[in-house]
């Protein structure tokens, strides 16, 4: 009778695994691998080694809190002497003695989780069992038979393994740049992205079935939508945007998702105050790159949010240029989502790819607030009754916008006014800094025979259907025109610039106004008026009326969103026509300087000196720098200031990095104190790696 065969030792060799697997960075106290791809484990049996023909070896993987073969959440493995492909399989890599090497292999439409591996030994008389403790499975974008596959190496890169990157916000006109910290690889993340699976309401009705269903990128982007925001669930980000946030951190604070979700995890799933449109897409794209969907934010300028699903938003203006809330309608400044990559497996051919997913709760789907996957190229072509949400997204980025002048008598008249929505569509450009536009991917060119057709197709789903917007040239038109440097502290002057196109003289009255606004479009009072009441304009010529807009009048009320509303009406006395223009101008912060003091080597002290000066005409209190990079620091460094900054002059301060990792790293800073508040700057820092 063989002797029983004992498993003395055994060692998952999370180091070497997990560098294959593309998941090193996360360290390698935890096995973290990838379905689809092989991965080794070495066992040590005593008193004697593994025999061919006399000992069966077999694995039990499981997930989940009720295994199940018959649901994909548990496999039972024999090991053989290879590996087969596409399903679980465990095979002898090599034998010394009393050491083994085991290759594991996940098929590659695996359930993602965190799984408990266990060995059975079988000399076909004594049957032994031990556990081998557990491992983490994640989506293997490196797999060309998993459905996040992606093709090019530098994408993969920049969508699933960076854990820096820059989300664009401002105005179509004036676009500003903000680093983020996606750190998706830091400590405790990956359990926090797990724990969202298992929050999520669809888990705690039917656990099992639930489960079964993550291995679909789908499911997955589905749920993280609606668990990033709060709304339905136990959510991780509560929304606001009353610019009132002292019982929470501002959403312009955040500089980083590692923060937010630690914080969520920490305080047992309380959602963190507060959120907005581009800290909801941030963790997303946080979430989704930690469990291995290649994943990326994008920002939509004029973005159009359509509550009635007629393809148009209205607007009600008085004649003073104050916009009415007649309607739910709205168009935002700026709107962020995330895309992420896959196939589409439940939808018809054609579909796979960048997908929309957006977690900003602003309209329910299925009952839920939650946002996609909607396909880009459903967008694109207007194929509107295709999953998830296209209808939705389709008209923040083409609905026509069609505003109307209340007057002192009641009446209301449609004015002429020219505003495009889904402008700019901005993404980080892969492997730099830089902005990528990628409208062409959303819609096709103004006036061009597609846009037509798209258009005919969409209209056939409109809840009420539209016409098609004539564009005739007006006889006067006006735009609003702005200084190329606006910042904050500084007065400046804009201008309606009114063309007469006619041979004759125009008698019109001009109205402008300008009002801090937040970039949803609420706008806060007065801080800027002109009223010309006879403005005579003469045949054929171009006149530029100014208005000043000072800091005195505006710095008090301007919001953290640093943006300010300028909104011209031109009543033209001979035809009654009424014009609009109007031009949201973004106010610049100062920058945030950082210099790195030494040389940038892995595991050795290095110092980075933050500073800032003190654009205004008064004194800055409360002043404090935040730093955070993945690989460079361990969470968050505050630095608190005392006294206070006088005009003009420099807050500097020197923060200890400790880097973990080589290679490019970015330290992201934010600038707070009681009159500069969200004030950003970032350095990359290529980290040398250790000696070998």
Known sequence: MAE??????????????????????????????????????????????????????????????????????????????????????????????????????SPPDARIGKYALS???????????????????????????????????????????????????????????????????????????????????????????????????????????????????????????????????????????????????????????????????????????????????????????DTNSNLVIEQYWDEHGTKQNKHRDMIWNFHCWVEAWMNRLDLPEGYDGWQVIDPTPQEKSDGVYCCGPAPVLAIKEGDLAINYDVPFVFAEVNADVVCYVEQKDGTVRKTKYTSQVGQNISTKAVGKDSREDITHNYKYPEDSEDERRVFEKANQHASVPREPTEKVPHAVDMKIKVPEKTE???????????????????????????RPTSYTGEVGPECGMKDLLNLNLEANSEKAVPMKVLYEKYGSTLTQDNMIKVVALLHDKSTEDILLAVRDLHVKNPSVKVRVLGEPKQQKKLVAELSIINPLTEPLEGCSFTAEGAGLTDGIVVKELDGCIEPGQEAKVRVDLMPQLSGLCKLVVDFESNHLQGVKGYRNIIIAPLPK
């Open 4 to 105: 029983a065969l004992i498993l003395e030792n055994f060692e998952l060799d999370c180091g070497t695994n997990n560098r294959n697997h593309h998941t090193s960075e996360a360290g390698c106290s935890r096995l973290i691998v990838r379905r689809g791809q092989a991965f080794d484990i070495k066992l040590q049996f005593s008193p004697r080694g593994y025999e061919e023909g006399v000992d069966q070896l077999s694995l039990f993987a499981q997930t989940g809190p009720c295994p199940s073969e018959d649901f994909g959440t548990e496999a039972h493995i024999k090991v053989t002497d290879s590996l087969q492909e596409g399903e679980w399989s465990a095979a002898i890599s090599s034998v010394d003695g009393e050491n083994l090497v085991l290759s594991i292999i």
């Open 119 to 305: 060995l059975e030994t079988s000399t076909g008389i004594e049957e032994n069992s031990c556990n081998l403790g557990e491992f983490f499975l994640l989506f293997n974008p490196w797999c060309p038979e998993d459905s996040v596959y992606m093709e090019n190496d530098e994408e993969r890169t920049e969508y699933v393994v960076t854990q820096h990157g820059i989300i664009f916000q401002g105005t179509k006109d004036s676009i500003d740049f903000v680093p983020w910290n996606f750190g998706q690889f830091e400590d405790s993340i990956l359990d926090a992205a797990l724990e969202v699976l298992d929050k999520n309401p669809k888990f705690f009705e039917d656990s099992t079935t639930d489960c079964t269903q993550r291995n679909d990128p789908v499911y997955i982007s589905r749920v993280v939508s609606a668990m990033v925001n709060c709304n339905d669930d136990n959510g991780i980000l509560q929304g606001r945007w009353d610019n009132r946030y002292t019982d929470g951190v501002s959403p312009m604070t955040w500089i980083g998702s590692v923060d937010i979700l630690r914080r969520w995890k920490k305080f047992q799933c309380q959602a963190v105050r507060y959120g907005q449109c581009w800290v909801f897409a941030a963790v997303a794209c946080s979430v989704l790159r930690c469990l291995g969907i290649p994943a990326r934010v994008v920002t939509n300028f004029n973005s159009a949010h």
């Open 488 to 514: 904050k502290g500084s007065d400046f002057d804009v201008f309606a610039v009114i063309s007469n196109n006619t041979a004759e003289e125009k008698e019109c009255r001009l109205t402008m106004c300008a």
